[in-house]
């Protein structure tokens, strides 16, 4: 199940002590992509990096991978030609990890300066994938999905945009237990989602293993994977037509349904906002919920409270429960509409269900473009309220300060992690998870926020971070530490480093 993702006093290694390797030094070319690789549970195995050496010829260009294991140990290096396309660009994707294989995705878009008249940027996008079997370190012929198949091979170069423009979706794949899934997502409109059918589940030898009918009638339907593990695949489809939204439970191993779960419909109450988590014997629908309208659906501004649906791994309905801003006023000042002091409103941004069926679920206060403060209001297995918790930070602006989190603890807790900034005159550009957004940010002094919550104990530590000439990224890493990333623009310096945390 997956998740998502900077140092000072907290560590207890200091960078003479923590696990180091140098991105720099690795390989030759322009870094690429550096990316974490997470086993289907949800733990870290390591991390991907790929640098583009040179251009072979107007066709061809040569790239060189590097797989570091969790202890950024060196787990495979070598090296791949890949077609080139005039006028197009690409970029590559954060791999997916079956087994003791990576699947690799590079997706290519036209160029902006190729055309006067800019397209839809969707419009003549496309994906290629290659696979890297880790033990014997081989790289696979690249394929792609066309008409509901897999086609070994790249796309054929004359013609390119013509042929893309004509496919109207972009795959992406996600895996399972031993195979994986073509993610279909509809370019730039839901028009053409008549043609979503089937699930279809492919081996690693690009095979058809089985394929699950969930669009007999050819309505329109749009549909999302919520949980894949190692015995299941939860997705999630909801009818525009009908307004039907239902959660489907299907065995990993043979596609057949193990149930069929209906959440909303026309009659309902509520309209619902969720994401779906589990435990060793249960699965958990948790989300907000506001008045229920069929055309627009959630709605945050009206949001009433959070819910929680208790499920077997039958698809037995265990309970179901909604909890209103009501209920929280003996912990909280919050009026029934859900307002706090000065306007702010709660947005979730994790929920966190433990083994033993309690969760805390943070959110953070919003208004408009500012954040403030993150609230954790901590539930017991019965979805009662037990205890809310503010952590206190300096206002932000733009975006939500929250950056990932991980299980800790065989489940039993969980760490997660938020950033803000304090040097109002410093200017720089804000990167999460390595990648830099738009908005420019005042980005050289920050804060780091790490909290642990344990057996129904939280702890909150802040730390200030500061660099004059490199940016610093955080990722996710084994559980007990964080990666560290410190570049320049230069890239003459591209420093990881792993530093152990003191919970």
Known sequence: MKNKILLLLLFISVSINAQISSLSNLASGELEMFSAIYELDGSIYGYFTIYKLEEISEKEERYEYVLLDKNLNKAANGEFTDIKYKKFRSKYYY???????????????????????MPSPEEFSFVSHRTLEIKTNKVSTPFYYKNNEIVIGSRAEKKIKK????????????????????????????????????????????????EYLYNLNSEKINYNFELLDDQRIIFRTFNKTTKVDKIHSLDAKTGKPIFIYEIENKK??????????????????????????????????????????????KGNEVSKKYFKWIDAVNHIKIKKNGKLDKGYKLASRQYFVFEDGSMSILAEK????????FVVLNFDKNFKLSTIKTLEKEKDRYSSDYLFSQKIEDGKGVVFYYKYFTNKKAKGKLLLMGIPLSVKMNARDWTLGIVTIIN??????EIPMHSEEHSIIPYVAKEGYILLREYNKDSDYDQIRLEKLNY
Do not use: C, Q
């Open 95 to 117: 791999p997916e990890k079956i087994g003791d294989n990576l699947i690799i995705s590079k997706m290519y878009f036209l160029d902006a300066g190729a055309t006067v008249f």
């Open 163 to 210: 042929t893309v423009k004509k496919e109207k979706n972009i795959d992406f794949p996600l895996v399972y237990n031993d195979g994986f899934f073509m993610f279909e997502r509809v370019k730039g409109s839901s028009s053409n989602l008549k043609k979503m059918k089937s699930l279809k589940a492919f081996g690693l030898d690009k095979k058809l293993k089985w």
């Open 268 to 313: 309902s109450e509520y309209s619902h906002s969720y994401t779906i988590e589990s435990t060793k014997d249960k699965i958990y629908i948790v989300g907000k919920m506001s008045p229920y309208k069929s055309y627009a659906g959630y709605d945050f501004d009206n949001a009433l409270g959070f819910f929680r649906i208790e499920l077997d791994n």
């Open 366 to 373: 919003v208004k408009k473009i500012k954040t403030k403060d």
């Open 456 to 461: 129904g104990e939280m702890n909150k530590e």
